[in-house]
């Protein structure tokens, strides 16, 4: 019988653990909405305990997305546990994951905890879990460098205590895949409650390997992987969840497992992440790369031409990848706009819809042609759910050989109306450097992307930006990302720049309730 | 004792075998001398009979190029080997790699011949390559799909009919670890010559799996990789060059195996091919990405101020991320600039270090720090090697709010001035629209790309486009990169137009020799 791998999708923490990850709760609600639409098994919504906001955030995941289950990540102390069990109160069916180190590096160097009381700590936390829930899952973290008689107790003992999944994560990316399934293999072979428990597996790719060491342990008895879209997450990642998917459909009669996403969401799940979070995909990407079904050899094409077995294992249909051209325009109605994104995987609010709406307008009378990436693009700007303190009404630049380029800008202030013009090394500097001088706001430039989202040079082009507050010491210093679309690159940089400085300020607002100890 | 594992680096054959891949001629010289740098084994320098330009690219990377092994690919025909071996004759060490397929789809499909027939032609094909060298690799393609016996005797076959390695490519990316150490382990077990002949592998990355499934076949046997710079290739690409090395040179034990590369050249070699290509590396790609050794949640950098072993399995400086900080300025000379892109692995002609130390002055006037980052985009810029039939004289540009773009640009065309003004949806628009109109030239924008190289909005913009050539047919149809760098976007995105346009220019007045049947 072919066995059923859940996925346990974890974009929304472990992903957005990197530079350049970060989500807002309305960026994290669109995902988790994708992640429901590509049919996940469980979304891991965040790790409520770190702070308030993203406390928040997995409370409104928890609320408004159907269908998955919904976890949430806990130290195994019980104040963590608690907290994450509120948040995940409203889900139709909450998971608690906690977790807790196992290796003698971690223990003696992170926790500087003995080996027998972290034994008890972890069989405490999944019992004091078990209060909240019966769907508990624990993992010794860097079980891949842990000695293997105390795992196998560890294990052993959550089970016991009520661990319904005990995952197994490769956390520094240190595994090779034949000793990845090996111990897989040892966990079944010697933990004697084995049976009572899923076995998961949460891989990294420091080395390249996530995939391949995820695969490597569901052929040898796990029955969970968790992975993230695109394979973003701490480091060089996580497992991509395209790529596990794929492999186990292709490949199916090897593996005889079987997920259930839905594949033909893959492309789209990947296009919308990569919008939010600015962090690109390489064009060689596996299945979601822009070149992964181009063949451009003579003797590749030639081979295709003839038969398309010869070199496609998968067909760029399966994974959505399909080409609309063309679906709005200036003639396009609210409705046709709506459900449009709604078939894209996007739910806004009246009032969201309202900003957006506007704003495509305006590019369909600049561009007749609105594709799917450009809507992608104008939701990220006008749905960014944060407070509009700085405001661009209007921008006028020029420039040329032997010029010093000059910007002129007005902007509402909360409520006022200001003007001021400056110069810079070039039009984007004349433009930024007249935007801080104007709202007094001190950050640092940490990267800026423009692209052209569809061909053409009257291509929407979208800016994104990465700013960093200035001041307040080494802990306190966020980044910020922007994003700005417009058929004028400059309009979209002061766009994309402005709106992460409101980010900015919308955050210097909030306080966090919670500690990272 | 420890094997040693030869690198067989095929950036510049299959690497560029993808879209945005192509290379011109100076461009593969640079990757080449970066891969020597790097100390490969074996550089595929390119696929001579392929065309006119491919053939003196292969012969110039063989005639400059020192140290590592030179080969080139030669489909099994006499006309295609004895090309290769004309294009490679200046070479210190020649290798000629020679392929046909083994499968019973590309055999029967593409190739329409008998397997008695294929066996009999990939000999004769050994045989007369040994005429000009004794290092001859073959591979048959789409091993991981052949039929095990039959592929037992063309291995057998052509190890007696003179190959030195035998290469065993899985070239649609469909085998899976366990499965591709099994056929490596096979080979090994019942060809009977198979220890005259050493065992390569050339692994695709459709399901992400072209790294592990190298080092699955290391670990059973194979004594060579073939592998590519960042690992781009055909759709999903090749088998990291950088992965497979830092596997084996972090887990050295569990290998028994290990390279002679020197690791610390990777980072740069990595940002060379993709600012050449212009194809991005993701942040969380393994070893390369900007994120590969960032760490970021609260946790782990808690974890790494008490030990760094706690979440770091390798150092940055191993694979030679160091930050470089101001190594030149306005005051540097050209001795200092010349030994600088030297120790960056550039070697350029005087009459083209003339050029780009013209840049480098310009950009030092502009921005007083220029880094290493820098230094790349203005080598890129200035170094093409193609004829300026376009130059850029001056150019204006101004818009806002409610105005049309406009531009007015000043053309050396073929030493005539010539003047025009233009508008547009954007700055970039107007420019494009009026250089299109100047040059009578028609061409399709596919893809247009600004990054800031450095921090701060100072930063040295580079824009790097891709157009098509319109007309022609589908046949003839080719894409050209152009690359420009600014501290002013829209003049940067001016240079990199015509940068493509020189390009495209440049190709029109050369006609391919061979056709690729």
Redesign the interface.
Known sequence: MTRQIRIFDTTLRDGE?????SMNRDEKLTVARMLARLNVDIIEAGFPF?SADNFEAVRQVAQEVKGPVIAGLARAKENDIRCAAEALRAAEQIRIHTFLATST??MR??LKMEPAAVLEAAVAAVKYARRFTDDVEFSPE?ASRSDPDFLCRVVEGVIDGGATTVNIPD????A????F?DLIRMLKARVPNIHRAVISVHCH?????A???S??AV?LGAGQVECTI????????NA?ME?IV??LR??KS?FNAETKIRTEVLTQASRLVSNITG?????????V????????????Q??LL??K??????TPESVGLVEHRMVLGRQSGRHAFRSRLAQMGYALTEEALDRTFEHFKQVAD??KEVFDEDLVAIVAEASQGVAQTYLL???????????T?MA?IELDILGRTEKQDGT??????AV??TIRAMTGLDC?????????IT?????L?EVTVRIEEEGGGDAGRKTFLGHGA??????ASAKAYLNALNKMVATRQQNPVHS?D
């Open positions: 653990q990197c530079p350049g990850g770190s590096i971690h160097h992170k860097d956390t520094v990316g240190y090779i895949p034949s000793e399934g790719n420091d080395l390249g390997l995939v391949a060491n695969l490597a052929a695109n394979g973003i997450g701490e480091r060089a990642g991509a790529e794929m492999a292709v490949r090897y962090l690109l995909v390489q064009p060689n990407k596996a299945i790369g822009a070149n992964a079904f181009a063949h451009e050899a003579g003797i590749h030639d081979g003839k038969d077995r010869t070199y496609e294992i998968m600049q561009k009404r209007s921008l006028h630049y020029q420039s040329g050989s032997g010029l380029p002129s810079g090394d070039g039009p984007v500097d930024y450097k640092r430039l940490l990267s800026y992307v423009v692209s052209a061909g053409g040079t009257d291509a082009g417009d058929t004028d690159i400059i309009m990272n």
